[in-house]
């Protein structure tokens, strides 16, 4: 029923939208910063396209939940062979644009592309985090693992750990490198408001407050999906009074017609920010029941079906973690909290990035000149 109340409230808002946008263009100061702001509470937030200059797109594998895409720049391909997951937690991988571009500039980039939950049909059946495992595990297959490097940004850290151990058990090739950036490979260690959030609540009050069917007018009519609007609410009250601040100096900006630049960032900012994607259900509520409430993965208790994910069997692989001193997602330790599980890799290296929060590990100035050189020189050492 609230998929279907935000659905009608949606069609509502595309009905005044035009008008409103029109007052916000119409040269009159304060009814055009009251305009502006108001558009931009109502308006549809799409997927946008990744646009990365000087590159074309292919499309390698295509699956019901996912596209494994390829980044060619136009002067050809160079350098090693990356394949970066993306997080699958609310937003488009397009949220990782920055970080793709910065790759491109010394490796061949090859990336997940997750599809909106609510746009797949009832027919491709469910999605678990199991499943998540299993692709990741098919593409570092199809593109050869042992010269491949995987780079994960955030919440795939978890799986891809997992699906790394699961090959290197089983006697399959491994990354030649992995790196993971600001990822809950084990969130007891220093907990965010994220992390208590799943400790406060049961696991039936996350399929019953966070889950809902997708109504009529989309493919996947009648799936059971974490909602995007709810993700994004969510988003929204971790950092209230700095989204409020945001969109107030936003509205000064408009008002004083004298911050061109300041108004574009801003909304380059939350036009990505803001398109969120539907998750299926049951990858959800598998990923905070093993990451978040039983911390699987830390305690070695994780099964993915029969196997059981050991990251003591990884040797051929080296490690590479990556932190933001002030990341509010992903606290401080969680990620660097790898290299205890992985004691037979050859190769360890840990690097805490002063001053960064969550985003700013892969996306921002610290990314470019500060994390991104460092990832560059990792790669090209155990190439």
Known sequence: MLYLLNSLQRLAFDAIAPGVEALAQSGIPFVGAHAALLHRSIK???????DIAGTT???????????????VPVAGAKGPRVLLVAPLSGHHATLVRETIAMLLTDHDVYVTDWRDARDVPLAAGTFSLDDYIAEVRSFLKHLGAATTHVVAVC??????LAAVALDAAAGQATPRTMTLLGGPIDARIAPTQVNKLATDH??????TAMTYRVPPGYRGVGRKVYPGFLQLTAFLMMNPERHARSHMDYWLAQLSGTAPEAIASHEAFYDEYNAVLDMDARYYLDTVRIV????ALARGTWRVGDELVNPAAIRDTALFTIEGELDDISGLG?????HALT??????????????????I????????????????FIEANA
Do not use: M
């Open 343 to 360: 004691p037979n890799i050859g190769v360890h290296r840990h690097h805490v990035a002063r001053g960064a929060g969550h985003y700013g």
């Open 334 to 338: 969680q990620t660097e909290a790898a």
């Open 44 to 50: 549809r937030f799409p997927r946008r396209p990744f």
């Open 155 to 160: 919440q795939p850290t978890v799986p891809v």
């Open 292 to 295: 978040f409430q039983e911390f």
């Open 202 to 207: 049961s696991l039936a009050w996350f399929e």
């Open 57 to 71: 797109e292919e499309i390698v594998l295509s699956r019901p939940f996912v596209e494994l895409r390829r980044f």
């Open 362 to 377: 892969f996306s921002g100035r610290r990314w470019r000149t500060e994390i991104y050189p460092e990832l560059r020189d």
